[in-house]
């Protein structure tokens, strides 16, 4: 019997200065998943952008709030990403289209838009206790579905 890959959760403050250490607990649970050099940059565009939105607009950036990232490799081709503040909340049918010609050249509220395009399946909700919580999935390359 093989035991499944763990759960890695980081807890921290809202503090950017833990973007670095994040990144590099992503990459290598990504590495771990199998993902490719591409697979990698994706994941880590997607990961950032989640928890800078975690700290800044989740918890605005109040060191007392926590965010909380896990990755996990279950099954062994997938990685799944949890980012969970203690925000307020907001509503994902409310966010702005960054494409739209009046959002176009602002220079921010592009980070759910590269989360939904560089991972395979992404879920925005409230969580029960509060905040919000971003559920991320990336398949490792040779799992992807052949079309």
Same mark, same amino acid.
Do not use: C
């Given at each position: ?5 763990p759960t890695i959760r980081l807890?921290?403050?809202?503090? *950017?200065?833990?973007?670095? *250490?994040? #990144? ?15 697979? =990698? ?26 965010v909380i990232v896990e990755f996990?490799?279950?099954?062994? @081709? ?6 969970? @503040?203690?925000?307020?909340? *907001?509503?994902? @049918? ?5 494409l739209a010609p009046e959002n176009? =050249? ?7 838009? *590269?989360?939904?395009?560089? =991972?395979? @399946? ?19 390359? #040779?799992?992807?579905? #052949?079309?």
């Amino acid at each position: 019997m093989t035991a499944s890959p763990p759960t890695i959760r980081l807890e921290f403050g809202s503090a *950017f200065d833990m973007l670095d *250490f994040v #990144q590099v607990v992503s990459d290598y649970v990504g590495r771990l998943t199998g993902l490719d050099e591409d697979q =990698m940059y994706e994941v880590s565009v997607a990961v950032r952008e989640s928890v800078v939105n975690a700290i800044k607009h989740g918890n605005k950036n109040d060191v007392a709030k926590r965010v909380i990232v896990e990755f996990s490799v279950e099954p062994r @081709d997938h990685l799944t990403v949890r980012v969970k @503040d203690q925000g307020p909340g *907001f509503d994902p @049918d409310d966010i702005p289209d960054p494409l739209a010609p009046e959002n176009i =050249m602002k220079g921010s509220g592009r980070g759910i838009l *590269f989360m939904r395009n560089y =991972m395979d @399946d992404v879920s925005l909700t409230r969580h029960p206790e509060g905040g919000m919580q971003i559920w991320m999935i990336k398949r490792a390359a #040779q799992a992807q579905p #052949q079309p």
